[in-house]
């Protein structure tokens, strides 16, 4: 699992509404990492081309919600597999 900063950027941007697999993928390609997209979507949110329900969660995620995430990610024998993951499948990696 990555770094928990990074891990707590996955988590927002895959609850922000209105961002479907693709859409969060492509971006992530477009922008280099999920932190790179949150930071974008801060300083250039035209760049983005989010509807903005999308857009205000990433700009003012809840962090409650995320840091609840965080808490039960802590538990015994749960991890989040990202996309960006080693570990992650490379067939669904390719499913597009």
Do not use: C
């Not at 891990?7 to 922008?31: H, Q, T």
């Not at 903005?52 to 995620?61: K, T, Y």
Request: glycine share 12%; no cysteine.
């Amino acid at each position: 699992m990555g770094t928990p900063d990074h891990i707590r950027d996955w988590l927002i941007l895959i609850r922000a509404p209105g961002l479907g697999g693709r859409r969060l993928i492509g971006l992530i390609e477009r922008f280099g990492s999920p932190g790179e997209v949150l930071r974008a979507a801060t300083r250039q949110q035209e760049r983005l081309g989010l509807e903005p329900r999308s857009l205000d969660a990433l700009v003012s995620p809840d962090h409650e919600l995320v840091d609840d995430d965080l808490a039960w990610l802590e538990g015994q024998n749960r991890t989040l597999l990202t996309w960006d993951d080693k570990r992650y499948p490379g067939l669904l990696r390719r499913i597009g």
